[in-house]
């Protein structure tokens, strides 16, 4: 059944076709985007060749089982629905109706087709970590409540506002780009295509990146130093590592939960309570890591003064680290001497200058590899002894073919330039990040004093130790 009421576009789902279908979900029920474990893919057996009475439509909330990720032998993607008329609306619409516009436009003017809620509508996944987007329909739940999942045409998904692009105004265009969208969130790693005619283009090295290292220098920086920028930099580097983020529930602990978003300090029973949690939810820190109530409220302490909010997602790993660089930067009462201090001191420091090392030495293994890999696109020939271009040119200057000779020699000299500028993309990025990196430790570290104000400051010393004598 059909209608023309008014409704959000973000409420609705769309087919390429751009007809909407009221599938009825919020994000309390069913938090999108979302992964799914399911137990089978039947890649020989579509959707449409099959009667609705050949296959068991599932409960569209997902279940235990289903958001047990780590438990399934394949994980989707939850990008839209399939109502049970789907096959049929794809081949009965009117693509007349709907040339030149958009989502947008139809409902800034309103007048969408809207599917009403079907209960025989299948949820669509597509799997993870695929190079394309293939779509499957869960269907036939087991026992334990996984389903399996049957082919189905991109022309009978409707998908959720996340992977779609509403100002698009032609069809083939959706579904290029709106199937790009979704492999994007199936496969985020990002890949380099190479052509497979002519190999030795495979000139790309993919940076090696120490993560852990500069986490740690910015922990230490704030230790040393107590500049917030350090700690921001901390949660942006956890939270471009972690891009299981937008997956994660909504958090049930509140003591924790509140050390996160927390602007006033918490008191010791909300510490000891946010304690408690931490603990229960990863029972291994008792024996690896001895975290207090202390630590806890120095953290929460430093983030209430910063104002700096953590995503409750990244809270164990800030903790951990936080707590294994303060002790190894802390103080004990009863070294106060001053090489005590100085080694002190030396500590704090080791934590930027030993992630610092770790990155040029990256850096230099990039270059390394890089320049390794630009000789070798060249076959045998070294670098070093290749010609210039006006050698190249007068080497085929004899040919019958002059200007094609030419051309030739263009293209291979365009080709190396061309080389040489995606390697150097990439070193140039590492090679700001790391000047910024050096920049925020410097920041927050304590700043050196002049030396004429040291030796101001000796001489009144000296002279009140004269007096006193």
Same mark, same amino acid.
Not at 91 to 112: F, M, R, Y
């Given at each position: 059944?059909?209608?023309?009421?008014?409704?959000?576009?973000? #409420?609705?789902?769309?087919?390429?076709?751009?007809?909407?279908?009221?599938?009825?979900?919020?994000?309390? &029920?069913?938090?999108?985007? #979302?992964?799914?474990?399911?137990?089978?893919?039947? +890649?020989?057996?579509?959707?449409?060749?099959?009667?609705?009475?050949? @296959?068991?439509?599932?409960?569209?909330?997902?279940?235990? =089982?289903?958001?047990?990720?780590?438990?399934?032998?394949?994980?989707?993607?939850?990008?839209?629905?399939?109502?049970?008329?789907?096959?049929?609306?794809?081949?009965?619409?009117?693509?007349?109706?709907?040339?030149? !516009?958009?989502?947008?436009?139809?409902?800034?003017?309103?007048?969408?087709?809207?599917?009403? !809620?079907?209960?025989?509508?299948?949820?669509?996944?597509?799997?993870?970590?695929?190079?394309?987007?293939? @779509? @499957?329909?869960?269907?036939?739940?087991?026992?334990?409540?996984?389903?399996?999942?049957?082919?189905?045409?991109?022309?009978?998904?409707?998908?959720?506002?996340?992977?779609?692009?509403?100002?698009?105004?032609?069809?083939?265009?959706?579904?290029?780009?709106?199937?790009?969208?979704?492999?994007?969130?199936?496969? %985020?790693?990002?890949?380099?295509?190479?052509?497979?005619?002519?190999?030795? *283009?495979?000139?790309?090295?993919? /940076?090696?990146?120490?993560?852990?290292?500069?986490?740690? +220098?910015?922990?230490?920086?704030?230790?040393?130093?107590?500049?917030?920028?350090?700690?921001?930099?901390?949660?942006?580097?956890?939270?471009?590592?972690?891009? $299981?983020?937008?997956? *994660?529930?909504? %958090?049930?602990? $509140?003591?924790?939960?509140?050390?996160?978003?927390?602007?006033?300090?918490?008191?010791?029973?909300?510490?000891?309570?946010?304690?408690?949690?931490?603990?229960?939810?990863?029972?291994?820190?008792?024996? &690896?890591?001895?975290?207090?109530?202390?630590?806890? =409220? +120095?953290?929460?302490?430093?983030?209430?003064?910063? #104002?700096?909010?953590?995503?409750?997602?990244?809270? +164990?790993?800030?903790?951990? =680290?936080?707590?294994?660089?303060?002790?190894?930067?802390?103080?004990? /009462?009863?070294? =106060?001497? &001053?090489?005590?201090?100085?080694?002190?001191?030396? &500590?704090?420091?080791?934590?930027?200058?030993?992630?610092?090392?770790?990155?040029? #030495?990256?850096?230099?293994?990039?270059?390394?590899?890089?320049?390794?890999?630009?000789?070798?696109?060249?076959?045998?020939?070294?670098?070093?002894?290749?010609?210039?271009?006006?050698?190249?040119?007068?080497?085929?200057?004899?040919?019958?073919?002059?200007?094609?000779?030419?051309? @030739?020699?263009?293209?291979?000299?365009?080709?190396?330039?061309?080389?040489?500028? !995606?390697?150097?993309?990439?070193?140039?990025?590492?090679?700001?990040?790391?000047?910024?990196?050096?920049?925020?430790?410097?920041?927050?570290?304590?700043?050196?004093?002049?030396?004429?104000?040291?030796?101001?400051?000796?001489?009144?010393?000296?002279?009140?130790?004269?007096?006193?004598?």
């Amino acid at each position: 059944m059909t209608s023309t009421k008014s409704k959000s576009i973000d #409420q609705l789902a769309f087919n390429v076709s751009l007809l909407a279908y009221d599938h009825g979900l919020n994000s309390e &029920d069913a938090p999108l985007p #979302q992964r799914l474990g399911f137990r089978e893919i039947k +890649r020989n057996t579509k959707l449409k060749d099959l009667m609705a009475n050949e @296959y068991t439509v599932p409960s569209v909330q997902p279940t235990a =089982q289903e958001l047990s990720i780590d438990h399934t032998p394949f994980v989707g993607i939850w990008v839209g629905m399939r109502p049970s008329t789907a096959g049929s609306t794809a081949k009965s619409t009117d693509h007349k109706t709907t040339k030149g !516009k958009s989502i947008e436009t139809l409902g800034s003017k309103g007048g969408i087709t809207i599917l009403d !809620k079907d209960p025989k509508a299948l949820r669509v996944v597509v799997p993870m970590h695929k190079e394309t987007a293939s @779509y @499957y329909a869960l269907v036939d739940p087991d026992a334990s409540g996984l389903c399996s999942g049957l082919n189905v045409v991109i022309t009978e998904v409707f998908f959720f506002p996340e992977f779609r692009n509403d100002d698009l105004t032609s069809t083939w265009r959706r579904k290029s780009e709106w199937s790009e969208l979704v492999r994007k969130s199936s496969n %985020p790693i990002e890949k380099i295509t190479f052509s497979n005619y002519y190999d030795k *283009t495979k000139f790309q090295v993919a /940076p090696k990146r120490t993560l852990v290292n500069e986490l740690s +220098r910015f922990v230490g920086a704030y230790i040393e130093g107590g500049d917030r920028s350090a700690l921001e930099a901390a949660i942006a580097l956890i939270d471009r590592v972690d891009t $299981d983020g937008a997956f *994660t529930p909504p %958090p049930k602990n $509140d003591a924790l939960a509140k050390l996160t978003l927390s602007r006033i300090k918490l008191t010791d029973d909300e510490c000891k309570a946010a304690l408690t949690q931490l603990l229960a939810l990863a029972p291994e820190l008792k024996t &690896d890591l001895d975290i207090s109530c202390e630590d806890l =409220q +120095r953290i929460n302490a430093g983030l209430v003064n910063s #104002q700096t909010v953590i995503p409750y997602t990244h809270l +164990r790993a800030f903790i951990v =680290q936080f707590v294994h660089d303060s002790a190894k930067s802390a103080a004990s /009462p009863d070294e =106060q001497d &001053d090489l005590g201090e100085a080694a002190r001191e030396l &500590d704090g420091l080791s934590l930027i200058i030993e992630g610092q090392q770790k990155k040029m #030495q990256d850096l230099q293994d990039y270059i390394h590899e890089s320049i390794t890999a630009l000789k070798d696109s060249q076959g045998d020939s070294a670098i070093a002894t290749a010609p210039t271009l006006p050698q190249v040119w007068t080497k085929y200057g004899l040919s019958r073919d002059n200007d094609s000779a030419k051309l @030739y020699a263009m293209g291979v000299h365009r080709h190396n330039v061309q080389a040489l500028s !995606k390697i150097m993309e990439p070193l140039k990025e590492m090679l700001s990040e790391n000047c910024e990196h050096l920049e925020k430790p410097k920041l927050s570290l304590p700043g050196a004093e002049a030396p004429e104000l040291q030796d101001e400051q000796e001489d009144e010393a000296n002279d009140e130790n004269d007096e006193n004598e």
